[in-house]
């Protein structure tokens, strides 16, 4: 599986932003994906999860700003970002999850699929 994640960009607090990540060399609804972040001396760290069936899940700190959603048509996943803060400053990662799915989902070890990575810099 390819990844290829795009979107980032400098922004202000308070903007918003969609990140995607376009997936090739699998059947793309057959895969869990997931978004995490790495900020500058820090771990990469979970953000959101999609399942298959669209079953979302969000670290506390974005629930109510950021919004996970796919389309298996595409095989596209998306993360829109509203009320951007600059402690969300992070190089932003999506990653795949391929089955059995074991694993829990906020660890990076549990994704088998990594894209390059897009920075993301809210200025205040």
């Known amino acids: 599986v390819q990844l290829q994640a795009s979107g980032g960009g400098l922004v202000q607090a308070g903007d918003s932003l969609r990140l995607s990540c376009a997936a090739s060399?699998?059947?793309?609804?057959?895969?869990?994906m997931g978004w995490f972040r790495q900020a500058p001396g820090k771990e990469r760290a979970f953000v959101a999860r999609i399942s298959l069936s669209s079953v979302t899940f969000y670290e506390d700190s974005v629930k109510g700003r950021f919004t996970i959603s796919r389309d298996n048509v595409k095989g596209t996943v998306y993360l829109q970002m509203i009320s951007l803060k600059p402690e969300d400053t992070a190089v932003y990662y999506c990653?795949?999850?391929?089955?059995?799915?074991?694993?829990?989902?906020?660890?990076?070890?549990?994704?088998?699929?990594w894209g390059q990575g897009t920075l993301v810099t809210v200025s205040s």
């Open positions: 060399g699998r059947t793309f609804s057959r895969l869990s």
């Open positions: 990653a795949a999850d391929a089955p059995p799915y074991s694993g829990t989902y906020t660890n990076t070890g549990t994704y088998d699929y």
